[in-house]
């Protein structure tokens, strides 16, 4: 098709796929900037202007006019619960982005009325207390209220949950059910439990009761995956590391994923871990898998990366900031066997450790292989999360050719953070530009789905303005790095984490064609609009997998969301909003504030304790 005089004159060497007319920011050293790229079987060709890439032009080649905007390599998030998400993307109600609680129990009741018999209603991550005008958590009795006969269950990042009288009926709670080890189930004066939850500083209270509610089925799970991977998309998003997790075993819930990667469906590049899940076994369960499979192995679609984010379960540490940190017991036996396993066979690994306590540890079980050569022996490995770690650690970290791999948890976490360790602490959680100073590959990722939410923009404007979703400012500006270096974080650092950097993050001749065309610059937009930012258009290997705006219908089809009830049918993901002057945050708040005070006079005059007179204040004493 002809665009602005672009011609069709191309044969043989017609690419599939032109963008013109773009501001390509390619992450190329070589050449950082450019207006027009082509595209041929799923790899870019040529990456120039409108006269570079007119020869490649013919008669079938699909030309995209960007219109000004801004490109960007696809961005890829290396830490993200992709493959657990997927399968239960469905059937979450998502308060991500939602600005007010009482927004939040509207969709909340609104969806208990659709929600059939036997379903829950689960509201899974993705948002926080401190982002509602309000500033709290649903009550018990706001949840009965919404929800009087469907269960409800609502986690609150890795602190609690709040469950409604029929999901505690549900879940089989009862005056004699032990609280579990590490949680609690918090009850009334009459023994009762109450509704409400606390991870203490374990979550396995929170997962294991989210674990009983019904999951999908089959093609479902299928539908639900790639609905989830669109979503994904939206944000401009076209790779992921999984990360393993709780609840995620090998191979039973990875099979959708490997489905749909021999069907050509995925949208998303996944590389992903191996976790094992059964304590006292992992070192058996490691074995195995390596006589299985190694890293590596697999496309460009689907591939493993390695082990982790746990080796064995006594080793990990609790990210509960609610809570004083875990003092871990005696784990180093099993946990050097572990390591010296993946080692010796060629695996890398990722390790979840939130404090410096942990990593210190687990550093010196490093140093003891490295006296026998095992580290550094060209493995990729990493510590996740880190927000505690010392300069003394990451220099351990950099002498033993380790990287990072950080996430924004406390952009949903920040204020908990703060009130226990003070703004000192806050301030270097996690020392960001210490790690990058030291020469450390460090990638960035969001840790969704059950805690942060999946948009990486919320993960950029934190690591941009050092902001928590509550506008908190936690890092100063020493320890927050500029756009440039952020963006590259969420690129190409992510690649040299699954040893793609030769193919990926950039855009430039000979690496695959993943791009977003984005809705606003995020180069000049202000810092707080940066997190409002969303995908016009995303292609991840020639294939366009995401259009809305001018480009609305150029990507592929999915098949409708199912089961029809589902809260994604009706309300979609990420509750998308237009970022508001401070003026406007500012009354929006009040406006709030004065809903909620009527709330409260008529739960007063609805039991008898005040007067149904119109404009009565609350006090009596100043009715004169």
């Known amino acids: 098709m002809p665009v ?77 619960h992709v493959i657990r998400g997927g399968l239960n993307y469905v059937l979450e109600l998502r308060w991500d982005g939602v600005r007010t609680l009482r927004r939040g129990l509207a969709m909340l009741r609104e969806q208990a009325a659709r929600t059939p018999k036997g379903q829950w209603v689960r509201v899974v991550g993705g948002w926080s207390a401190e982002q509602f005008a309000e500033r709290r958590l649903p009550t018990v009795a706001e949840l009965n209220a919404a929800a009087p006969d469907t269960p409800v269950f609502v986690l609150h990042l890795y602190q609690s949950a709040v469950l409604n009288r029929a999901a505690v009926k549900a879940a089989g709670f009862g005056k004699e059910t032990p609280d579990p080890p590490g949680g609690q189930i918090v009850r009334g004066r009459d023994g009762e439990p109450t509704g409400l939850l606390l991870a203490a500083p374990s979550a396995l209270v929170l997962y294991s009761t989210l674990a009983k509610a019904p999951v999908l089925e089959g093609q479902d799970q299928k539908v639900s995956t790639r609905h989830f991977l669109r979503e994904l998309n939206r944000f401009g998003l076209t790779s992921a590391i999984d990360a393993a997790g709780g609840f995620q075993n090998f191979p039973d819930n990875y099979s959708t994923v490997i489905e749909l990667a021999r069907a050509g469906q995925l949208s998303l590049r996944i590389a992903y871990h191996l976790f094992p899940q059964t304590a006292g076994q992992e070192v058996a369960d490691l074995a195995r898998w390596i006589d299985m499979a190694r890293p590596e192995d697999g496309d460009a679609w689907l591939r493993l990366n390695g082990a982790g984010e746990n080796l064995t379960w006594a080793a990990a540490d609790f990210e509960n900031f609610n809570q004083p940190r875990p003092e871990l017991g005696a784990y180093e036996t099993e946990f050097e066997k572990a390591v010296r396993l993946l080692m010796e066979n060629g695996w890398g690994f990722r390790l979840h450790a939130t404090y410096d306590e942990t990593i210190r540890r687990d550093l010196a079980v490093f140093e003891k292989l490295a006296a026998e050569g095992l580290f550094p022996a060209g493995n990729r490995w990493l510590f996740d999360h880190a927000e505690t770690v010392s300069p003394e650690s990451l220099d351990r970290v950099a002498a033993l050719g380790g990287a990072v791999s950080v996430q924004n948890r406390l952009s949903f976490q920040g204020e908990a953070f703060l009130r226990r360790y003070g703004p000192g602490r806050a301030a270097d959680a996690p020392p960001i530009r210490a790690m990058l100073e030291r020469g450390l590959t460090v990638a960035a990722g969001t840790d969704a789905t059950r805690v942060s939410t999946y948009n990486p923009w919320v993960a950029l404007h934190w690591l941009v303005s050092g902001r928590s979703v509550g506008d908190l400012l936690l890092r100063p500006r020493s320890n927050r790095v500029e756009r440039h270096t952020a963006l590259r974080m969420f690129t190409r650092a992510g690649a040299e984490l699954t040893g793609e950097a030769g193919v990926k993050g950039v855009l430039r001749p000979g690496c695959y064609a993943d791009l977003a065309v984005l809705s606003a610059d995020y180069f000049t937009v202000p810092e707080p609009e940066i997190a409002h930012i969303e995908s016009l258009l995303t292609v991840t290997g020639g294939r366009i997998v995401y259009a809305a705006g001018e480009y609305e219908g150029l990507d592929e089809e999915l098949p409708p969301v199912s089961p029809g009830w589902s809260p994604v049918a009706h309300f979609g993901g990420y509750q998308a909003s237009e970022p508001h002057p401070a003026g406007v945050r500012q009354a929006e708040s009040l406006g709030e504030a004065v809903a909620e005070s009527e709330q409260h006079r008529e739960w007063r005059v609805r039991r008898g304790l005040f007067p149904d007179v119109a404009g009565t204040p609350f006090d009596p004493c100043f009715d004169l």
């Open 4 to 80: 602005g005089g672009l011609v069709p004159q191309a044969t043989d060497e017609a690419a599939e796929l032109v963008v013109r007319n773009a501001r390509i920011h390619t992450g190329d050293p070589d050449r950082p900037q450019a207006e027009a790229l082509a595209v041929k079987h799923g790899v870019i060709t040529v990456v120039g202007d409108d006269k570079d890439v007119a020869p490649h032009i013919g008669a079938a080649t699909k030309v995209v006019d960007a219109l000004g905007r801004r490109m960007i390599p696809g961005l890829n998030d290396a830490h993200l």
